[in-house]
């Protein structure tokens, strides 16, 4: 069984540009999460996907960011416009359908750097 | 929310030596998770232990919900040991499904 894979795993930008990151989760894992971590920092929660349907977002979720998950399966992140604070590691979680799993298992990341 | 704090921040070790880090929670959690994150960022599953004892080679955990911390001994470390050790937890019933993490604990086994 495959992790959770990520792609890009490193990302250079312009400010000013729109970036797009790709997350595949644990196959017949239903839940899907995104995290973002900034150096020396624990992982902070963005956004929770339950299938196809985006159950909760973080504050840290500005109008700049959008994620989609469309048929239930992978998952993408989308930052427009992009600002220099928005450097950071984006990490991608997945966890299996059904009551008392919740161990959550991660991806490799992708590093965003703006410039 | 649920407040994460873990000790020691930072630690340093000869090989071999054995060593516990404490991660405190601040509300009833239903899922408490340890990771590492080895140089390149990757975190990888320790243990699943929202309470109880568990094992798994020389490194093992221990999760007193009631008293609301978790301990993570690693036993006769080894330089592949090093990187960052992290706690997460949850609380389902607050309709969330998002971990929590402390701050972390760097750690640093030296040859």
């Known amino acids: 069984d495959t992790g959770v894979s990520q792609n890009p795993r490193h990302k250079i930008t312009k400010r000013g540009q729109n970036v797009t990151f790709r997350c595949d989760p644990i196959s017949e894992h239903n839940r899907l999460y995104w995290y973002r971590q900034t150096l020396g920092q624990g992982p902070e929660f963005l956004t929770y996907f339950q299938n196809e349907a985006q159950l909760e977002k973080s504050r840290l979720l500005s109008d700049r960011f959008s994620a989609e998950r469309p048929k239930g399966s992978f998952s993408t992140l989308e930052i427009q416009r992009t600002e220099q604070g928005d450097s950071a590691m984006y990490l991608c979680a997945s966890s299996p359908r059904g009551q008392g799993s919740y161990e959550q298992y991660f991806g490799p990341g992708t590093r965003l750097t703006v410039t | 929310g649920i407040q994460v704090e873990q000790s020691p921040p930072d630690l340093i070790l000869q090989e071999g030596a054995n060593s516990t880090l404490r991660c405190n929670f601040s509300d009833s959690v239903n899922n408490l998770q340890w990771f590492h994150q080895n140089p390149w960022g990757q975190l990888i599953n320790l243990f699943y232990?929202?309470?109880g004892t568990k094992q798994n080679g020389r490194l093992s955990a221990t999760t007193v919900a009631t008293e609301r911390y978790s301990l993570l001994y690693i036993s006769s470390s080894q330089t592949t040991d090093s990187g960052v050790y992290f706690c997460?937890?949850?609380?389902?019933?607050?309709?969330?499904?998002?971990?929590?993490f402390g701050t972390g604990t760097l750690l640093a086994v030296q040859p």
């Open positions: 232990i929202p309470s």
């Open positions: 997460a937890v949850l609380n389902y019933g607050g309709a969330t499904n998002k971990l929590i």
